[in-house]
């Protein structure tokens, strides 16, 4: 993969996180960080690609360490963290995965659009996981920043 990719896609997961930050009306502040945030999931998804992960596992490690970062700027910038954890997903919904299924299944395409929801679906439960995994580890690795209940 040329480094351009790279370059292009780095950008484009800061702006559109930068977009859904104001679209959601995320404090200003916030605004560069989560932009961050979303990049460094994407590059590190792509670079796993390229070094040949397979896709889920790289969508997993990428919103894990996405997860991490946003739990990190949220301390720091004493925050929620769902401001930086609805930015590390930005980039990887499966929104054109979900969309070819609709269209496949409205043209009668049953076996595409079932193999374009499985795929969509993975793509989903991996970005779950790897956002709980994250604040499951920052959780313990900093209990005294979450309310205690019991």
Do not use: N
């Not at 992960?53 to 990190?72: N, Y």
């Amino acid at each position: 993969m040329p480094w351009t990719e790279f370059v292009r896609g780095g950008l484009g997961a800061f702006f559109g996180a930068l977009g859904f930050a104001w679209l959601v009306r995320t404090p200003r502040r916030a605004w560069i960080p989560a932009g961050l945030v979303a990049a460094l999931v994407y590059l590190l998804y792509l670079g796993l690609v390229a070094f040949g992960v397979a896709d889920p596992l790289a969508i997993f490690f990428a919103t894990l360490a996405g997860s991490l970062s946003g739990q990190l700027c949220a301390r720091k910038m004493k925050m929620i963290s769902t401001v930086f954890l609805m930015a590390a997903i930005v980039p990887v919904v499966p929104g054109l995965g979900l969309y070819r299924m609709m269209a496949y299944l409205g043209q009668g395409s049953t076996a595409l659009g079932a193999e374009q929801g499985v795929s969509a679906m993975i793509t989903i439960a991996m970005t779950a996981l790897g956002l709980a995994m994250g604040s499951h580890v920052d959780r313990a690795i900093h209990p005294s920043h979450w309310p205690h209940h019991g």
